[in-house]
């Protein structure tokens, strides 16, 4: 498969998210009824659906996308350069919406255009589809796979690939880019902070950052799995 693909044909992306409000208090209360039989599934000893209302993020049910990087690989002058934009914001629809525009843009191009994340196929691609739904949005072809055969959801996961068909096994992007030698993404925070930067630090660009260097990132391991040199720092540009 890996033979196959052509870097520049591949679209990188990553996101970020927090739970829809700042405090468990600030949901209306059938919401927090809906979050107390969710949470109940994973509290520990003492611990209150309150107390763990921050992981409230990683579901789209109760969460919200605050940022969307993506970024693509360009030649220049026999160089590979790097190229990532974020969609980032407290208008989650709005977002979504440039987002989805880009997307239908860079797809229709080629037939050969992939999307690519890690974890993505658990995380990232279901996440945004499913936000776009509850924002009362039209899917992009791309994400709307119901009924298609597998050859034609043009998926890339980099943890899938890592995982050689063993599907019990998880290895953090962090870890990956630790043991082939490639520049961490998490040098200043991690996904467990990006709530408390929205919402304390309201400081979306140093999540928006955050998460354009997980894109990299991403684009840096496929590169490996592909036997190709890794994109150099100064190749990498910011798209405003």
């Given at each position: 498969m890996l033979d196959q693909?052509?870097?520049?044909?591949?679209?990188?992306?990553?996101?970020?998210?927090?739970?829809?409000?700042e405090n468990y208090a600030d949901?209306?209360?059938?919401?927090?009824?809906?979050?107390?039989?969710?949470?109940?599934?994973?509290?520990?000893?003492?611990?209150?659906?309150?107390?763990?209302?921050?992981?409230?993020?990683?579901?789209?049910?109760f969460g919200k996308i605050v940022c969307i990087s993506a970024g693509i690989i360009h030649h220049v002058k026999g160089e590979m350069h790097f190229k990532v934009k974020s969609f980032a914001g407290e208008d989650e629809k709005r977002l979504l919406m440039?987002?989805?525009d880009m997307l239908d843009h860079f797809m229709s191009k080629s037939p050969n255009h992939n999307l690519c994340g890690h974890n993505a196929k658990e995380f990232d691609f279901p996440y945004i589809a499913r936000r776009m739904l509850i924002n009362g949005l039209k899917l992009p072809q791309c994400l709307n796979i119901a009924g298609k055969k597998p050859w034609e959801i043009k998926?890339?996961?980099?943890?899938?690939?890592w995982k050689f068909g063993d599907y019990k096994h998880y290895t953090s992007?962090?870890?990956?880019t630790?043991?082939?030698?490639?520049?961490?993404?998490?040098?200043?925070?991690?996904?467990?902070?990006?709530?408390?930067?929205?919402?304390?630090?309201?400081?979306?660009?140093?999540?928006?950052?955050?998460c354009e260097k997980d894109v990299l990132a991403t684009a840096q391991l496929l590169l490996r799995f592909m036997?190709?040199?890794l994109i150099e720092q100064d190749y990498f540009e910011r798209v405003i």
């Open positions: 693909l052509a870097p520049e044909n591949i679209l990188f992306i990553d996101i970020e998210t927090v739970p829809q409000h949901q209306d209360e059938i919401m927090q009824q809906l979050w107390d039989k969710k949470a109940a599934y994973f509290l520990k000893d003492e611990e209150t659906p309150a107390d763990i209302y921050e992981r409230a993020g990683i579901y789209a049910e440039e987002f989805s998926f890339i996961d980099t943890l899938d690939l992007l962090n870890l990956l630790t043991i082939f030698n490639i520049p961490s993404p998490k040098d200043d925070i991690d996904g467990s902070q990006v709530a408390e930067v929205y919402y304390k630090e309201k400081d979306i660009e140093r999540i928006a950052i955050y036997g190709k040199p």
